[in-house]
């Protein structure tokens, strides 16, 4: 049986990052939320034994360093299922991109090998195989909101927000999460734990708030929950060593804001950056604006959790 699934992408609503662990990783604050652009990927058991991936994008490694054949490796493992894994992976997501492709990938093909073998795994074996490949593979298991703690990968469903036109931009440069974390690490050190609590404090309050939910009937989409939370000040850490290195990205971001943009931000450490927007009128007009530019500018909305899980299986044959 092949199964077909969309990866869909995520943004990160702010992205606060902490202290250096002992264990080599940063405690970090943000709030994921997924948004409709995707990858497809076809993933099928056959005869015989192995993993193997497809993909026409040469940037997307086909061994075992792909966090889908990671993935896979394991979900085979604890099911002691046998047979060879296909996955084919139809790119359309940037690699590096800061919307969270690689880590979609392997939950598509997490889900995809569930409903190919008809074994289905608990949902703590499917979150623990998936903080074991990588920090931002368990949102994927949630989807819509998410509140990422600890590495990102403690999430939390947050109460379903309504959808909101995006407009994200793609630059060719890629950025390495790796660097920008080092990066980060030489610029600031003390306050870093100060600045969590903070954040804290933060999201508890908009979350504590009577607006956060669907909005009232006739309440516009300037008034949404989403673009409260945005208006509290969330910004992303990135930023702050990314931009200097790719001021290119900062020039993105302040052409997203002239483009009408309510909220500008870096995803993840980039080098996507999106823009949200009160209307899809709005963000169809700044797609027009950005591409006469120059830019990759494509218009796209973010998915509450009903609608990620319900687009997410395509078919299977």
Request: net charge positive.
């Amino acid at each position: 049986m092949t199964v077909t699934a969309r990866s869909f992408a995520k943004i990160n609503l702010g992205l606060y990052i902490g202290p250096l662990r002992p264990d080599g990783y940063h405690d970090l604050r943000t709030v994921y939320q997924t948004i409709a652009l995707h990858d497809v990927l076809r993933v099928s058991v056959g005869k015989g034994s192995g993993i193997e991936i497809y993909c026409a994008d040469p940037r997307v490694p086909c061994d075992e360093s792909n966090t889908c054949y990671r993935v896979a490796e394991q979900v085979m493992d604890v099911l002691r299922a046998k047979g060879k894994v296909t996955i084919e992976i139809e790119k359309r997501l940037p690699v590096q991109g800061g919307l969270g492709a690689a880590s979609s990938n392997a939950v598509a093909t997490l889900i995809a090998l569930e409903r190919a073998l008809k074994k289905p795994l608990s949902q703590p074996a499917r979150l623990r195989i998936a903080a074991e490949v990588g920090s931002d593979l368990p949102m994927f298991l949630v989807g819509g909101t998410v509140l990422g703690v600890g590495r990102g990968e403690e999430v939390y469903p947050l109460p379903n927000l309504p959808a909101t036109p995006v407009v994200a931009v793609t630059p060719d440069a890629g950025v390495s999460t790796p660097k920008a974390f080092a990066d980060w690490d030489q610029l600031t050190h003390s306050e870093a734990s100060d600045r969590l609590m903070e954040v804290g404090r933060v999201l508890s309050a908009w979350l504590g708030s009577p607006n956060t939910g669907a909005p009232a009937r006739g309440r516009s989409r300037a008034g949404s929950p989403l673009l409260d939370l945005v208006r509290t000040g969330i910004e992303n850490d990135f930023e702050k060593v990314v931009f200097p290195q790719y001021p290119d990205l900062r020039d993105i971001k302040g052409a997203l804001e002239r483009a009408g943009a309510l909220y500008a931000s870096l995803s993840g450490s980039g080098s996507t950056l999106y823009g949200l927007f009160s209307t899809r009128a709005a963000a169809a007009r700044a797609v027009g604006r950005l591409q006469k530019q120059g830019l990759r500018a494509v218009a796209t909305v973010t998915l509450t959790r009903q609608q990620y899980w319900k687009k997410s299986l395509v078919a299977s044959r």
